[in-house]
């Protein structure tokens, strides 16, 4: 069993920075790939970031790639997501998931059912 904590959302204006922080509870955490989602108001669920467990692997949607930076320190079972340069439209509700696919692709594939998720945290960015 694995519970999943997102952390360090808010208000920030456009141009700013942000760091998610996503701590998992319960063992084996370097065992998990995990991912980063978001949800905007009347839209649907999009892939932000997933990171695999040996931190080789990344993947990063378009719109976030030279912006986002996933990272993840095994030994305090805590991924992160550096979010820089935020815009108006990366206003939404931020979940990280956590699964044991065999490979990452899985992870940030919007057609796989993950294990766990967070509760989600608002990131909201002012123009």
């Known amino acids: 069993q694995v519970q999943l904590v997102e952390s360090g959302g808010g208000l920030v204006q456009s141009g700013g920075s942000l760091r998610l922080s996503c701590v998992a509870s319960g063992s084996n955490f370097g065992y998990f790939h995990i991912g980063w989602f978001r949800q905007a108001p009347g839209k649907e669920r999009e892939a932000v970031s997933c990171i695999s467990t040996n931190l080789l692997d990344k993947y990063y949607a378009t719109f976030g790639k030279g912006r986002f930076t996933i990272s993840r320190d095994n030994a305090k079972n805590t991924v992160y997501l550096q979010m820089n340069n935020l815009k108006p439209e990366d206003t939404a509700v931020y979940y990280c998931?956590?699964?044991?696919?065999?490979?990452?692709?899985?992870?940030?594939?919007?057609?796989?059912?993950?294990?766990?998720w967070g509760q989600g945290i608002q990131v909201t960015v002012s123009s």
């Open positions: 998931a956590a699964d044991r696919f065999i490979e990452l692709y899985p992870m940030c594939s919007l057609e796989t059912e993950k294990v766990y």
